[in-house]
């Protein structure tokens, strides 16, 4: 009897074993995964998308705001009259019926029908009152000036997630201030599929996108746009684009391409205006890159303004090949006031050479010729320097009048911009401030870059380039009573080898007013047809939009 006992005993005690180590299994070691999947027998993941960040102006005005909309969704199982409901959802949604029908035969307490509808629609499918149709809050992006300043704002699209995202631009580049920071809450529902309660996640809370606040000025984005498509269409041109910065501070007051697209239809479009030529497309400058290399021989002391060019009586052979002036006009003894104003190019050849490979690249280098300017925008590109050991005489000669090497328009203009800034160069900058969730605001310092000439230089080489304005080939576009620096650019366009005589790149930079520099800008315009040089075609475009912007900030003639 006694066995017996303990055989029941030890029986007993097994199966308590047995259950305890079954209990323990089920609500430790799977204890996550049953609770998911009981949570979903009866409720569904939300995942909580917060407020994307504006996008504003220099004034405070939205440049990309945020509109209201809704995701229109399905209860399957409280739907009594699915044929019906379908047809009557499918006119309002713009979906078809069939599609429509196929969610509500799920057997799923939460089917998403349509997203982004507007709250005029949500209204109306509303009054219908239809049994197992709701509504979620959604935000979409609204751009309030519509197209202006599209290729600098970039635009919001959907990730590989259904999500939110911004590319290109300001968008791309500033995603994740703008976005925002999600959460997940569990929505339960009661026995009929009706959503009784909503928790969020213990360890995320969702915080709203910061504010940008941009150094973009609306008056003159609207200035530069509207110059610029002008001259575009005046002068036959396949594009064009400009660039305004102020010179003291490296802040992006406008920045404009032609042509560009809607960015509330950018799908309407094609790719490739989605990116901003300005930061993304590489050219070769021309003329307007002399004003670089004239300045590093200045300031290397290599030539002074009145050194005479003892090789410009006529064509200069290197290499076995032979440059020439733009008009094929030659001067002996011309000055290197007269070679910038004339844009001679066996000038620019004799300063390059007077200033020899080594001191050029170093000087480039300086200037940030090579390597990215570090603007606060998606898509920016470059093309560095040849090793020295790569270099030839002949391509000394042609970089010193700007073929041969290849660079962005931002990396010009913000290299250009050390002479307006007494030789100090500044990081160009889009975005000024940003505004947190908590209304903290962090200020975006201006950074200085480097120092590639001196003040005295940069004081010298503005005289110089005022000069060119005045008694160049652009001055009858100049703006009278102003002293403006600049320097006008033809440069060839490289096709299968060779350089096409009749497609050019036309442009013009320089700043304003020249002694107490407000701007400054570079004007592109790609292969215009009524005329292939820049003192015809982007000079009048330039002081056209120069002489707006200093009537918009009140500077008078003197």
């Known amino acids: 009897m006694i066995w017996r006992y303990r055989f029941s005993l030890f029986f007993l005690i097994f199966f308590l074993l047995l259950v305890i180590l079954r209990l323990f299994y089920w609500q430790v070691v799977k204890a996550g995964e049953l609770s998911d999947l009981g949570r979903l027998q009866y409720g569904k993941y939300v995942n909580v998308m917060p407020k994307r960040g504006e996008i504003k102006a220099s004034d405070g005005f939205s440049l990309a705001a945020n509109k209201i909309n809704y995701l229109v969704f399905a209860n399957p199982k409280e739907i009594k009259d699915k044929e019906k409901n379908a047809l009557l959802l499918s006119s309002f949604l713009e979906l078809d019926t069939a599609s429509i029908s196929a969610a509500f035969e799920k057997d799923l307490f939460w089917v998403p029908l349509k997203g982004e509808v507007e709250d005029s629609v949500k209204s109306e499918i509303k009054r219908l009152n239809l049994d197992g149709i709701g509504f979620e809050q959604q935000f979409s992006r609204l751009y309030p000036e519509s197209s202006m300043a599209a290729s600098l704002l970039g635009f919001v699209g959907k990730d590989e997630n259904g999500e939110q995202k911004g590319y290109y631009g300001i968008e791309g580049f500033y995603n994740r201030q703008l976005k925002g920071r999600s959460s997940f809450a569990v929505q339960i529902h009661d026995a009929f599929g009706r959503p009784v309660l909503a928790r969020s996640s213990q360890d995320t809370s969702p915080v709203e996108g910061r504010d940008l606040i941009l150094n973009i000025d609306r008056s003159i984005q609207f200035i530069a746009e509207k110059a610029l498509k002008d001259g575009i269409e005046r002068y036959k041109a396949e594009g064009g684009m400009v660039g305004i910065i102020n010179p003291k501070t490296g802040g992006v007051l406008a920045m404009a391409t032609f042509p560009s697209f809607d960015p509330r239809d950018y799908s309407s479009y094609s790719s490739n205006l989605f990116k901003n030529p300005f930061i993304s497309s590489l050219y070769e400058p021309g003329s307007t890159f002399k004003s670089l290399i004239m300045s590093s021989a200045l300031d290397a002391g290599v030539v002074e303004p009145q050194t005479k060019c003892n090789i410009c009586s006529g064509p200069v052979s290197i290499g076995g090949y032979q440059?020439?002036?733009?008009?094929d006009k030659y001067?002996?003894?011309?000055?290197m006031i007269d070679v910038i104003k004339n844009s001679d190019n066996t000038g620019m050849v004799f300063a390059g050479k007077s200033l020899g490979l080594e001191k050029l690249l170093k000087y480039?280098?300086?200037?940030?010729?090579?390597?990215?300017?570090g603007i606060d925008l998606e898509g920016e590109i470059y093309q560095p320097l040849k090793p020295i050991a790569n270099w030839y005489a002949i391509d000394l000669a042609t970089a010193s009048f700007g073929q041969g090497i290849s660079i962005t328009p931002i990396e010009l203009l913000s290299a250009f911009s050390a002479i307006a800034n007494q030789g100090k160069r500044m990081e160009p900058h889009v975005v000024s401030k940003i505004k947190t969730s908590k209304n903290q605001t962090i200020q975006i310092e201006p950074k200085l870059l480097g120092k590639p000439i001196s003040e005295k230089t940069a004081k010298v080489m503005t005289e110089i380039l005022v000069n060119a304005v005045d008694k160049g080939e652009a001055k009858w576009a100049k703006p009278k009573g102003y002293r403006i620096a600049g320097k006008t650019g033809t440069a060839q366009i490289p096709i299968a080898g060779h350089y096409d005589a009749d497609k050019t790149i036309a442009s013009f930079i320089g700043f304003a007013p020249a002694d107490d520099p407000k701007f400054a800008m570079l004007v592109i315009v790609d292969r215009p047809q009524t005329s292939i040089y820049g003192s015809e075609t982007a000079a009048p475009i330039f002081f056209d939009i120069?002489?707006?912007?200093?009537?918009?900030?009140?500077i008078p003639p003197q």
């Open 546 to 554: 120069a002489q707006k912007i200093l009537s918009y900030y009140e």
């Open 331 to 335: 001067s002996s003894n011309i000055t």
């Open 364 to 373: 480039l280098d300086s200037f940030g010729i090579g390597s990215q300017t």
């Open 323 to 327: 440059i020439k002036t733009w008009n």
